[in-house]
Structures are given as structure tokens and as C-alpha cells.
């Protein structure tokens, strides 16, 4: 068995099977650990939902975009009034119910058609089950933003989980003008894994759409809810497949509509 890390998804459905076809994951045998936002960018969220129910050997972690979405499942509203690439999780979920076009019931704004109640129970589930981290047994954390470098994982804010830049930031400020003087003991005083994966912070915005490192942390959002790529990766052999660019896949930004 192999254990595989996924970035951010975003809605990029073909950019999932492309990474799953091309790195030959293995459905019943091989363990993804995917690290948050499958919502929210390109629209076929429920097609990647329904996909990654299919994987026996699931850990999904908690984006921030997932929580908005698991709000809205919880209260028919949605926090960030289906911005920020919400409309693209609007066009996947109102296709599934039967609902196609159909954007607004109503003049307030932000309350559409879609309700909590055209979400599938699988779903639902889905959502409520994701994790704000994982460990796994060779002390590798897993986790959508980041934390508080300072603190141990029990003392933390659960909102910094899959929220948090500073962590990513900072590595990235010593690592490029701290080199050889700075070690990723001296810079976790909370923690001490082995290795962190996050995603969250597209990688795009560095100039690369390939995985960086900084320190012992590993960056997996390679801009897949833009124009980037998905990225897999093997954690053990640190091989990894990328999808096309997402642009190409999806010629239509969702976050314009």
C-alpha cells in the first residue's frame, strides 16, 4: 500500500481523475490523504465528492471553503454568500437536484435554490467527517493551512487548521534569506514532526505551479482553483503527477458568473 497527498481540488473533477490515472492510485489498496477544499472554483464538485467516496483508504482534511460549505449544509446559508469560487459548488449541486440555471429564488442576495436538504446524505457526511489534521505513524502532519508554530496541536484554534498563513510565510521568509542558519527544529517550538503538508496558499502566487518546500513543510496547492494544476504525491518516494492546467480543462472561470 502507498500513501498519496492531494492538494486543494476545487471543483477540477477531470484534474482529479487525471492525477488518480497517472500516478496508477490504487482505489482499494492504496491510503490518499487529501488536505482540504474540494469546494468551491470549477464546477463538478459532487462528481469529486462521489469520487472520493469511492477510495477505501480516505483521510480528507477541512478547507476553509469546505466549512463554508458544511455551514450551508447546516443552516441553508452560506457564509461567504457564494463567493470566492462558490458559485462554481452552486452549478455542480443545483445540476445534481434538477435545479440547472436556477441561481436566485429570491432577492436577498445570496439565498439561491439550492438547499441544504438537495445535498446528498453521502455528502452531508462527507463534509462533517473531514479532519482539521492527520498524523500519521512516521510523525508527518497533514493539514490544510497550517497553525500555530508556537503551540502544540492541542492547544490550538481549530479555525487556524484551515485558515492560517503565517506558518507558511515564515518558513518561506527562512528558508530563503535564513538558509543553513535556520532548522525546522529551531523553527517548530510547539512540534516536532518529521514533515507538514498544507495546501490552502496556491503556489501560482510564488511563480511555479509545481509542489515547493520550505524547511520540512511541503506545499501542495499547486493553483488548482485558478489556472494551476492538481498535484498527488507519493510521500514516501516524494514522486508526483500533475494534472493539465485547469484552465485548459475548464475553459470557463466559474468565479466570473
Request: aromatic share 14%; hydrophobic share 35%.
Amino acid at each position: 500500500m502507498w500513501t498519496f497527498v492531494m492538494g486543494d481540488i476545487h471543483g477540477g473533477f477531470k484534474a482529479l481523475q487525471q492525477c488518480l490515472q497517472r500516478s496508477g492510485f490504487d482505489y482499494e489498496n492504496d491510503m490518499l490523504i487529501q488536505l482540504g477544499d474540494v469546494t468551491d472554483g470549477y464546477p463538478q464538485v459532487y462528481e469529486c465528492v462521489e469520487c472520493l467516496l469511492k477510495i477505501r483508504h480516505l483521510i480528507a482534511l477541512k478547507g476553509n471553503h469546505d466549512d463554508w460549505f458544511e455551514d450551508f449544509i447546516k443552516t441553508d446559508l452560506h457564509p461567504a454568500f457564494w463567493n470566492f469560487g462558490g458559485k462554481g459548488t452552486l452549478v455542480s449541486y443545483l445540476e445534481n437536484a434538477g435545479k440547472k440555471g436556477l441561481f436566485r429564488a429570491t432577492g436577498s442576495g445570496y439565498k439561491t435554490s439550492l438547499e441544504a436538504a438537495d445535498i446528498p446524505l453521502t455528502h452531508q457526511t462527507f463534509f462533517a467527517g473531514q479532519r482539521l489534521y492527520y498524523i500519521d505513524e512516521q510523525h508527518r502532519c497533514f493539514v490544510h493551512a497550517g497553525f500555530n508554530r508556537y503551540l502544540p496541536l492541542d492547544k490550538q484554534q481549530p479555525v487556524d487548521f484551515y485558515w492560517d498563513r503565517n506558518m507558511w510565510s515564515e518558513a518561506l521568509h527562512c528558508h530563503t534569506y535564513q538558509r543553513n542558519r535556520t532548522t525546522a527544529s529551531d523553527f517548530f517550538t510547539g512540534t516536532d514532526f518529521k514533515e507538514v503538508y498544507i495546501g490552502h496558499t496556491p503556489t501560482t502566487k510564488l511563480g511555479t505551479d509545481k509542489p515547493l518546500r520550505a524547511l520540512n513543510i511541503l506545499n501542495m496547492d499547486t493553483g488548482a482553483g485558478h489556472a494551476g494544476r492538481l498535484t498527488i504525491m507519493n510521500v514516501d518516494t516524494k514522486k508526483y503527477w500533475q494534472s493539465d492546467p485547469l484552465s485548459q480543462l475548464h475553459p470557463k472561470n466559474y468565479r466570473d458568473l
